[in-house]
């Protein structure tokens, strides 16, 4: 039997045991859809950054290390506004950014912060509507029967509507190749229930972040954050780095 949970938010990581658990972390609006896009775009790696600071200092050290020929990619946001003298953190933009073959050292409010929470977990890996499917197959094959946790990043201490609805297409797959051999927490289960395929453009452009990027030009960002499994690329999180597995 494989129980499902979903966290409403990134902040209940920090009270849950996570040495024996699967974690999967969604950032729809736009971390973890970013760090997947990125990835399947060419990028050698994803860094996750908490903070400005530390992804600065993240990038002089891989240059002085000498771990990349390349400068790395800094980008990122901070409470929605992109960080000055930073690539965008937005996944269109970001792939146009000049990212193949470099690091990427990624900083958002929110998302990169939930994966830095997560590392506890023995397998920590980047989800999104756009990569469901392939997360899944993942899970399913790699860790059969452990506990999956679909962690939520929301905004700061808020729920975000995004992400449940993401989380929901997660519990929706891996319910439907379960069948009778998976246990769904309340959370799993109110998360599938929101979930309908046809309303993925809608209530990401209705959602709070959604609207807010509207506002700033961005509705096509949304509108390619709501597609369906578009790649099978899935960053899974070692050493503190994003790589596809």
Known sequence: ???IHVLLKKDELDAVRLSDKVVVVLDVLFATTTIISALA???HAVLPTDSEHTAREAARQLLDGGHTNEAP???GEWYAE???GFASPTPLALMASGIRDRTVVYSTTNGTVALKKAQAAPAVYAGALINGEAVVERVLREHPGETIIIVCSGSVDNFNLEDFYGAGYLVDLL???LGSRC???DSALAAKTL???QRNRELLLSSRVGRMMIERDLAAEVEFAAELSNTDVVPGLSGGVLRPV
């Open 41 to 43: 775009h060419g990028a």
């Open 195 to 197: 979930f309908q395929p």
């Open 183 to 185: 246990d769904l927490t």
């Open 82 to 84: 992109t960080i000055p």
């Open 175 to 177: 319910s439907g190749r």
């Open 1 to 3: 039997m494989t129980k």
């Open 73 to 75: 990619v800094l980008a």
